[in-house]
């Protein structure tokens, strides 16, 4: 699901020249990626859009400046990342955000609720109730956890390119990522295992 | 139903995120292999891991950018004349 996967790169030097037409090109090639990412840290459409809007204003005044070190992709990923953060950070001033509790002293993390949901119909699954759930549920993550889940399981960087577009080590990437798939397994093991006592009645 | 994990189970549990990715070297592997054929417990574990991100996986490629969005998008960047173009299916 990756940026530029199947299409053609834009020219980098038409870019420069900020000629639209391959200004146009990029922003189809890269807008659906920026926005689902954008909806998914944010969890409102409306912010989601706002961060999609000023990722490409700002790629647009700063091509300039873009040497080409790093993949355009990985690039335009850390403007909407960085944007997305600080919307967050506006949401939440004055608020210490805490990570929820799956964590032990020494760090380590565990599951806590084991419970098979696996064997649900996929209709169940992916109910509008529990989409509704699965996406209020990535919001639960702290913000530093979510984006590192969002690149890597529903962009599908890799996670070298992950810790490009966060400026973090690979090692900070796996831990982050841990973290956040074990607490949305959790999350989900609550709502599903509901769905299954549910269901026996 | 909540559970306490043996020593064992804490070790591969907490290697878990990494032997999905294929991080992990062969060795550990065949130990985590060997450790879920006879614990139905971290096999449940790592089956609802992967169901986990495959859902999350799922709901991600069933959004898309709306078109009246796209369109905002392109004038605000003041590219109107450019956003007749084709669209990618599946953007609605």
């Known amino acids: 699901m990756t940026i530029e996967n199947s299409e053609k790169p834009v020219d980098l030097k038409a870019l420069k020249r900020k000629d639209k037409a391959a200004f146009a090109k990029l922003v189809d090639q890269n807008s659906e990626h920026i926005y689902r990412l954008g909806l998914k840290m944010l969890g409102n459409p409306q912010d989601a859009e706002d961060v999609l809007q000023e990722t490409f204003i700002k790629v647009f005044n700063n091509i300039d400046g873009f040497e080409g070190r790093s993949k355009l992709s990985t690039w335009l990923y850390r403007i909407a990342v960085n944007e997305a953060l600080m919307l967050l950070r506006k949401r939440k001033a004055g608020i210490t955000q805490i990570d929820e509790g799956l964590e032990l002293e020494n760090g380590d993390i565990l599951p806590r609720q084991i419970i098979d949901w696996c064997c649900l119909p996929e209709k169940e699954l992916m109910s509008s109730e529990s989409r509704q759930y699965i996406q209020e549920a990535v919001q639960t993550l702290s913000d530093a956890n979510r984006a590192a889940f969002l690149l890597r399981d529903v962009e599908g960087l890799s996670t070298r390119e992950t810790a490009a577009v966060l400026d973090i080590s690979e090692s900070a990437v796996k831990v982050r990522l841990m973290r956040a798939r074990l607490q949305l397994r959790e999350e989900l093991t609550h709502f599903f295992a509901n769905r299954i006592v549910r269901e026996s009645l | ?92």
């Open chain 2, 1 to 92: 139903m909540t559970h306490q994990h043996s020593s064992n189970c804490k070790n591969i549990l907490q290697n878990l995120s990494a032997y999905i990715d294929g991080d992990l070297d062969q060795a550990f592997c065949k130990d985590i292999e060997a450790h879920l054929a006879s614990c139905t417990n971290c096999q449940i574990v790592v089956n609802t891991l992967k169901k986990t991100i495959h859902l999350y996986q799922s709901d991600g490629r069933d959004t898309h950018l709306p078109t009246e969005v796209r369109h905002r998008l392109f004038s605000r960047l003041e590219l109107d004349d450019y956003v007749t173009r084709d669209q990618k299916s599946g953007q609605d």
